[in-house]
C-alpha cells in the first residue's frame, strides 16, 4: 500500500528552502566546463573549469594567471563572471567570485542544475533556462516501475518531484546514473536522497 501524502508545515517548509539555499551557496562541485579567461596583464586564454561553488572555482590552463589579478571567466554554460586570483598552482588557479548576494544564488541555482542534468538523466523543458532545476526524469523503482515525473527541486544530495504515484518511504530508486531512496512523500510528489558517491551501485540490492 502507497503511504497517504502527508501535508508539512508551510514555516518547515520555508526554514528547509532557506538552509538549501544556504548549503548551495557554499556547496563545492565537481563540473568541468571549458571556457576562457581574460586579465589585464596576460590577456585571454582557453581554460577548463574543474570544480566550483557561486562563490568561487579552480581553473586548469596551461597558461596561469598572476596572484590577486582582476579576471573575467567566460565558461559555457555559466556565462560571464568576474573575481579574483586568490591561488595558483603548477597547472591550475582558483578564482573567488565578486558578485551581489542575488547573482550568486542563481549561480548557485545554475550550478546545481549543470550538475544534476547529465547523472540524472533530466530533459529540460522550455523553463530550464529561466528556472534551473526544472525538467523531466525517468524514476525507476525497486520493482522496474518508471515514473515520468517533473523535477521541481534538486540539489547535489536530493531532489524532489512532482507527479502523480506516490512510492513507498525507504523505496529503493534509481533516477538517470544515481541511487537512492525516497525519503519522504509531499502533497504533489514526493522526495529522494541520493546514496553518497562511495556507495557502490548494487548497495541498494541488499536494501
Not at 548551495?24 to 574543474?50: I, M, S
Not at 551581489?100 to 550538475?115: C, E
Not at 547529465?118 to 525517468?138: C, I, Q
Request: glycine fraction near 10%.
Amino acid at each position: 500500500m502507497y503511504d497517504k501524502p502527508e501535508r508539512l508545515d508551510r514555516r518547515k517548509i520555508k526554514i528547509a528552502a532557506r538552509g538549501a539555499q544556504e548549503r548551495r551557496r557554499h556547496a563545492r562541485v565537481p563540473l568541468q566546463l571549458h571556457g576562457r579567461y581574460w586579465t589585464d596583464q596576460k590577456g585571454e586564454h582557453a581554460c577548463r573549469l574543474l570544480d566550483v561553488s557561486p562563490g568561487g572555482a579552480r581553473m586548469m590552463s596551461q597558461r596561469q594567471p598572476d596572484i590577486n589579478a582582476r579576471i573575467v571567466l567566460m565558461l559555457a554554460g555559466l556565462g560571464r563572471i568576474e573575481g579574483t586570483v586568490v591561488r595558483v598552482g603548477t597547472d591550475d588557479f582558483s578564482v573567488g567570485f565578486s558578485a551581489p548576494a542575488r547573482k550568486r544564488d542563481k549561480l548557485a541555482d545554475t550550478i546545481t542544475w549543470r550538475f544534476n542534468k547529465d547523472r540524472l538523466g533530466l530533459d529540460e523543458d522550455r523553463a530550464a533556462h529561466r528556472k534551473p532545476g526544472r525538467g523531466r526524469a525517468k524514476v525507476l523503482l525497486e520493482d522496474g516501475v518508471i515514473i515520468q515525473a517533473d523535477v521541481v527541486d534538486v540539489s547535489v544530495t536530493g531532489a524532489a518531484f512532482e507527479c502523480l504515484e506516490r512510492p513507498r518511504v525507504g523505496e529503493p530508486v534509481k533516477v538517470g546514473e544515481m541511487h537512492g531512496q525516497v525519503a519522504r512523500i509531499l502533497d504533489n510528489g514526493f522526495a529522494v536522497v541520493f546514496d553518497p558517491p562511495e556507495a557502490g551501485i548494487g548497495s541498494n540490492a541488499a536494501a
